[in-house]
């Protein structure tokens, strides 16, 4: 049973997913993936305070050795509707072109992969081995009740991948540039300065907390924490927000707050650098306190049979070398890696979350081809 890439993603964008919903999307894709042989697990989860989310894990075969294709439903809310050409769910094709939110993040990905998928059993049968599909509802959101839990219950019932692959748009502009082979690590933290509220006209008795927060902003944007290493670029302090004031302009407040967001490469974990930020901070001997959070350490997939093997099928379809490596944000990847060696290759990126997301159809094909490609090079066909 040969699936077209494009009818599936048509589909698929008329459900909207906007995270955390899942609107039955999950369960239209069990539905093909039934048909094609796979077994499928609901696999919801909660916690205190989060809504439920839908995942799904869905595999073909029992042994090994075991491809898995991890991808997520949800998307992003869509904007400003009127600002759309079409509507954001209505999958309009035109001149070659598909609108929808969650055509390239990552709708299209998963798509192509069944359609993959697909031919592959039509000319091969099925695989001396497994194929899977690890679809979660919440790389959008937190990811707290997502990717991370299934593998979880991978794990405990036996069905972690060899190696796994990531349909996340790795692609800036065309497809083939680039295979993702890692990702930079995220700290978020949120300075407050303590002072003392008063007059502006009797600043000697009280203690303005806003020039001491702007000397703190200042030396941690100032300070080199790396040069980068082979594949990543040098760790990056990004000042986002800046709270201060009472309302009133003749006070100064007794706080002042500064959020902040790093991407880190390897040469650190989240914990290492808050305490090198925090001894950044105490050489100013200010009053302050600091919270940080993390979801996310860097991580890198060591060049190898898998990654030979994505890059290979990538240049033998498009005829280009893709290169390797660790730029954009986070994703799911991240979880995985701790599992199995992890490779993202998708779509291109360039109007994701934006209005009017969009992708070639063109592309989907091509896209369809590599990841048929991929299957028939790692069960060596």
């Known amino acids: 049973m040969k699936i077209e890439p494009l009818e599936i993603l048509k589909e698929m964008i008329k459900f909207p997913s906007i995270t955390p919903k899942d609107e039955g999307i999950q369960k239209y894709l069990a539905e093909i993936l039934g048909q094609m042989g796979f077994v499928s697990q609901n696999l919801p989860f909660s916690s205190n305070n989060m809504p439920e989310i ?8 029992e042994n090994g050795p075991h491809l898995c294709f991890a991808g997520h439903t949800d998307v992003v809310p869509v904007g ?10 209505g999958a309009i094709e035109e001149n070659g072109i598909l609108y929808g939110r969650g055509t390239s993040d990552m709708k299209g990905g998963i798509a192509c992969f069944i359609a993959a998928v697909s031919e592959f059993i039509e000319e091969h049968g099925n695989p ?5 599909f690890l679809i979660t509802g919440d790389e ?8 991370d839990k299934v593998l979880q219950w991978m794990e405990e019932n036996k069905q972690i991948p060899d190696v796994a692959l990531v349909g996340e748009p790795s692609n800036i502009y065309e497809l083939g540039e680039e295979i993702k082979i890692g990702r930079r690590g995220s700290l978020n933290g949120e300075i407050t300065v303590i002072g003392k509220q008063g007059h502006v006209a009797y600043p000697h008795l009280a203690d303005n907390p806003i020039p001491k927060l702007a000397e703190i902003i200042y030396q941690l944007s ?3 924490f790396d040069k980068g290493s082979a594949f990543f670029p040098p760790t990056n302090l990004q000042i986002t927000n800046i709270e201060a004031g009472t309302g009133a302009d003749n006070v100064f407040p007794r706080t002042a707050k500064a959020k902040f967001n790093v991407r880190f490469s390897d040469r650190w974990n989240a914990l ?32 190898g049979e898998w990654t030979h093997c994505v890059a290979g099928a990538v240049e033998e379809i498009l005829g280009k070398k893709p290169k390797q490596t660790v730029s954009g ?22 109007t994701i979350h934006q209005v009017n997301e969009r992708c070639s159809v063109d592309d989907l ?17």
């Open 54 to 61: 839908k995942n799904m894990f869905s595999r073909l075969g």
């Open 80 to 89: 400003d509707e009127l600002a759309w050409k079409y509507d954001p769910f």
């Open 128 to 132: 001396k081995g497994s194929i899977s």
């Open 140 to 147: 959008e959101g937190p990811a707290i009740n997502g990717t």
């Open 222 to 224: 100032i300070y080199i």
């Open 272 to 303: 290492s650098l808050e305490n090198k930020i925090r001894e950044i901070i105490d050489r100013t001997e200010y009053n302050y306190e600091l919270k940080c959070w993390s979801n996310a350490e860097s991580f890198i997939t060591k060049s």
């Open 329 to 350: 944000g986070t994703s799911d990847a991240r979880f995985i890696s701790k599992y199995c060696p992890v490779v993202e290759f998708g779509l291109t990126n360039e």
């Open 365 to 381: 094909y091509k896209l369809t081809a590599i990841y048929k490609k991929i299957l028939e090079n790692y069960f060596g066909i």
